[in-house]
């Protein structure tokens, strides 16, 4: 999260996004799910093609899995939160009585950010309710939309958030301030949220009073002024309001998101020149998440160039092997060379959050299955271990240079950005698993599951172990015989001997790494479709420096295990009380080197065996490491990157 604008290195912390696209329906929002449009309009449809959209998420269950467990351990803490705690200082700041207990960290009532959570929160409740059905989630999320609704018709002008708006006068006056549009996004994210998995009507209208708010606001300002003012973290404003726009059909909702569009980082993005060395990340992937919704909902060219070269450039070019961006919360260097780019501060978790984001976006336009090599990469590797599994603290930092640990927020003395993101990222797993064009559906990851087409009359049963297991099963049932193709995602990183079986049946014919295997057929009740999909070992070099390298397995990063001396629990979470701090403090410890042999690269990754399981050591070495996946470290000092030494000219080993 930046604090004021783009100084690179004084970066205070945190940043992020919203729920919104990740759950609003693709097509005609609203009026698929039979909800009444406000103002008699219709809904504004997408003007594109989507080749593949998401099941609706309230049709995909988890079953047992580290996925489920992690969903249940963010739920419980969710749950634990009162919702008076979390409208305090919304009802403080509209005059209206509250002796609730003020939440700390950055929703503390000295924090300028104050806020933003509760917006997470209700994103998060709609999220889970969707997935789960559970009504005590939803019930929670009501209370706190009923409250926001009291605090907007105190306020008489559509304004709802826990700070006053003497924060958008500094704003506007070019005075300091953190970021007050992030923050009002995130509010109205969760509102829209709120509205489409629960229904709320009272969420809309709350989010269409702050929309309106806003486009007042804007109309004061001249264009120039609005380029100042985008100086300031934004998030993704833009993005809700065309969401908004698309669900009512208002049209000065979608006026209002334009005026959000920062030129001088959109501008060069859509002539494809990368200039983003020198920008806080997470300020702007939500502006291309922006983009890629209002290309949908216009079909206007330049957002889909804006989008597509963003994803290309920050995925092939600045992202590390877990699939994270950022180091301190910038893009420091020139594309492609992080060779200077590991520390404690790499990988912001909210990067993460929005760079998946966007890649279901660019997945849906396309139906491409090599989105989905990055997504199940960095789903596995930069989002499921960020969560402690005790308690459910979340990670902000993902440190990448060895010798540092993992570091968690505290219950209610944090209130991160990336515990923002976290609690979201935490409520929805279920959205990626699988996709549907007219007569297919898509299974994009290997998460135990069930999703149901009721429409088609088909549920589809997944169940693995994977990764323990190195493929999966599919079970269907269907009301009637069903013809159609099934698209299971062949991995890039899918070894030899990979194939796929109809009931027991291995088939001919499979599939290259990175592509589908469609099965097309008359499909009945009992079928049961298996992959096999083989990892192997390898390592993968550091952009910019293939000294530097990554053991990976399959889709898994491999973390070296560099043991936990000196290493007390206080220093693995942030406080209880007092100022929060975002990183772990110590210093980091261990080395993480391999001695190569003549004539090797150190990418055939000969310096590792595999033991039982998902356990590694390294071979050939004067002391054997241990590597495990890096979303089961935990309590420990690891490296992601290990130094490569080649031998001297003319050495041998002995
Ligand atoms: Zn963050």
Same mark, same amino acid.
């Given at each position: ?6 100084? +690179?290195? =004084?970066?205070? %912390? $945190? ?11 693709? /097509? @005609?929002?609203? *009026? ?123 306020? +008489?002008? =559509?304004?709802? %958030? $826990? ?11 070019? /005075? @300091?301030?953190? *970021? ?33 708010w806003v486009g007042h606001w804007c109309k004061g300002m001249g264009d120039d002024q609005m380029q100042r003012v985008m100086r300031t973290e934004f998030g ?204 297919a559906v898509f299974v994009n990851l290997f998460i135990p599951s069930e999703v149901r087409w009721p429409e088609k009359g088909l549920t589809l049963r997944q ?192």
């Amino acid at each position: 999260m930046a604090k004021h604008e783009v100084s +690179r290195r =004084g970066f205070l %912390s $945190a940043a992020a996004a919203v729920a919104g696209a990740t759950a609003l329906p693709w /097509k @005609a929002s609203a *009026a698929s799910l039979g909800l009444q449009q406000r103002g008699g309009r219709g809904p504004m449809p997408d003007r594109i093609e989507l080749l593949a959209e998401p099941f609706p998420l309230k049709q995909v269950r988890l079953l047992d899995s580290p996925f489920l467990e992690a969903a249940q351990v963010n739920d419980a803490y969710l749950q634990s939160l009162p919702a008076e705690r979390l409208v305090h200082m919304f009802r403080v700041t509209s005059g209206l009585p509250s002796s609730a207990q003020p939440l700390g960290g950055w929703e503390s009532p000295t924090t300028e950010l104050r806020g933003h959570f509760t917006g997470h929160y209700l994103s998060s409740v709609g999220l889970r309710y969707s997935m789960t059905g559970e009504d005590a989630v939803k019930q929670q999320g009501d209370a706190i939309v009923s409250d926001l609704a009291a605090c907007q018709k105190a306020n +008489r002008n =559509g304004y709802v %958030s $826990a700070f006053p708006e003497e924060f958008f006068d500094r704003l506007a006056n070019d /005075k @300091a301030v953190w *970021a007050p549009f992030y923050t009002l996004h995130k509010i109205m994210a969760g509102c829209l949220d709120m509205y489409t998995h629960c229904g709320n009507q009272e969420a809309l209208a709350v989010a269409e009073g702050m929309a309106d708010w806003v486009g007042h606001w804007c109309k004061g300002m001249g264009d120039d002024q609005m380029q100042r003012v985008m100086r300031t973290e934004f998030g993704g404003l833009a993005e809700s309001l065309w969401n908004l726009g698309a669900i009512t059909g208002n049209y000065g909702y979608t006026a209002t998101a334009r005026r959000f569009e920062k030129t001088t980082f959109l501008d060069p993005l859509a002539a494809h020149r990368d200039q983003l060395k020198g920008l806080h990340v997470n300020t702007h992937i939500p502006q291309v998440i922006g983009a890629a919704r209002e290309y949908e909902l216009t079909g206007n060219p330049r957002y889909h160039e804006i989008a597509h070269y963003f994803w290309h450039e920050v995925v092939g070019e600045r992202s590390y092997a877990p699939g994270g961006t950022s180091n301190g919360e910038g893009w420091d260097t020139d594309p492609g060379q992080l060779g200077h780019a590991l520390s404690r501060s790499s990988q912001e978790c909210c990067c993460g959050y929005n760079m998946l984001k966007l890649t279901r976006h660019l997945f849906t336009w396309t139906a491409d299955p090599r989105y989905f090599d990055y997504y199940e990469r960095t789903l596995w590797n930069s989002r499921l271990g960020t969560q402690h599994p005790g308690d459910s603290g979340k990670m902000y930092y993902f440190p990448l240079q060895t010798g540092w640990w993992k570091y968690f927020s505290s219950k209610t003395n944090s209130f991160w950005c990336c515990d923002g993101t976290g609690a979201e990222e935490f409520s929805k797993f279920g959205d990626s698993i699988y996709f549907r064009s007219a007569n297919a559906v898509f299974v994009n990851l290997f998460i135990p599951s069930e999703v149901r087409w009721p429409e088609k009359g088909l549920t589809l049963r997944q169940e693995t172990r994977f990764p323990d297991e190195e493929g999966t099963t599919l079970r269907i049932t269907a009301a009637q015989p069903l013809e159609m193709a099934l698209n299971l995602r062949i991995p890039s990183w899918t070894a030899a001997g990979g194939s796929a079986s109809v009931n027991g049946q291995k088939l001919e014919a499979f599939s290259n790494p990175g592509s589908y295997l469609t099965i097309r057929r008359t499909w009945k009740s009992g079928d049961v479709v298996s992959l096999k999909l083989p990892m192997a070992l390898r390592a993968e070099p550091l952009k910019g420096d293939d000294t530097q390298q990554a053991p990976m397995y399959g889709p898994l990063v491999l973390a070296a295990r560099l043991g936990s001396d000196g290493l007390s629990t206080a220093m693995q979470y942030d406080v209880d009380t007092g100022g929060t701090q975002v990183a772990p403090r110590g210093r980091p410890e261990g080395l993480a080197a391999i001695a190569l042999q003549p004539g090797e690269t150190g990418q055939e990754a000969a310096w590792i065996k595999k033991g039982q399981g998902l356990s590694f050591q390294t071979t050939g070495q004067a002391a054997a490491t241990e590597l495990v996946p890096l979303h089961q470290i935990l309590g420990e000092r690891y490296a992601v990157y290990w130094q490569m030494n080649r031998p001297a000219p003319g050495f041998r080993r002995g």
